[in-house]
């Protein structure tokens, strides 16, 4: 007889998955509030008071099995709670890592955290000084169907807001990536009608035909020769996508020394004062602006442009399209 439920192999793998965020959870809330209790597994993850032992138990075991062995927490009898022990050293580095924890804290104070991410027990006052630009308004069709064009390296007629045209125009473009410029996500994709790789802010596709078209490669004419060009249009074939510029950033050298030694704490600069950011070169400009590493930044005072790249003229040779 046919089913529609998983067999008990597949039952046994989502189970071993739904412990396995439980394990997490427990070492967020040890490393975050220093204390967990069973019924905190119980209201978040809806098991049993049973089940929520079981866990804290593996977890417990789990510690007592690395290398070395450690407890991680103890039960304190008077407060029915257990508490992070000193030797305690996260299983999951990743899951409490400060960046880890500092997005997630950030996603709930803009209230964009959804309930399923939402470890935090404690949660302490938040104040958000940066500018907090308005939601995009990306229409999930459009994001839908860019996703499969990428997936399936289709080709699909967008209809786009150009700053530099005053009414929606309409290109055929081979999508094979996203890019976020640190305010925006951009569809980066061939187009057929320019004959070159471009980026689209996906709030500015206003339209997505469901992508039908194995995309093919572009034949056009040749604007140097007398015959007929024909390139790539897939991700492969998109050089300024796959090209790597290291971005060598350090200090900038006309700030105090006080101010110079707490930026190079700041990034994690090594001994020689500089830290290495790779960037691919199609999305230079954008990461020079958000760092105000651009050519117009030059000429900020240096408590505005804390660090400077130690690199400058390779930079800009290569966001130029030179080697």
Known sequence: MSTDFPQNEEISTVNKWNQARRLEFIDFRLGTDGRINRRDLVDFFSISIPQASLDLSKYHQLVMDSDPPRKNLTYDRHLKVYIRTDDFKPLFPKICAPESYLNDLLAYAQGDLVKSRNFFGFIPNVGVAAFNPPRRNIDS???????????????????????????????????????????????????????????????????????????????????????????????????????????????????????????????????????????????????????????????????????????????????????
């Open 141 to 323: 069709n459009v994001l839908f169907n860019l996703l499969e064009a990428i997936r399936t390296h289709k080709a699909v007629h967008v209809t786009y807001l150009s700053e530099t045209s005053v009414k929606p125009t309409d290109h055929l473009i081979a999508p094979h990536g996203l890019a976020f410029d640190g305010m925006r996500w951009h569809v980066r994709a061939y187009c057929y009608d320019h004959h070159a790789f471009r980026d689209y802010v996906l709030s500015r596709v206003v339209r997505c035909a469901v992508p039908e078209i194995p995309a093919p490669n572009d034949r056009f004419p040749d604007p140097i020769g007398n015959g007929f060009r024909e390139v790539g249009t897939s991700g492969r074939d998109d050089t300024e996508w796959n090209e790597l510029v290291d971005l060598v950033i350090k200090a900038n050298p006309e700030l105090p020394e006080a101010a110079r030694r707490a930026i190079e704490h700041d990034y994690g600069m090594v001994e020689n004062g500089t830290v290495v950011y790779p960037c691919r070169r199609a999305l230079l400009s954008y990461a020079l602006d958000w760092l105000r590493l651009s050519k117009a930044d030059a000429a900020l005072n240096p408590e505005q442009r804390p660090i400077v790249l130690d690199n400058e003229a390779e930079v800009f040779r290569r966001l130029a399209g030179g080697h």
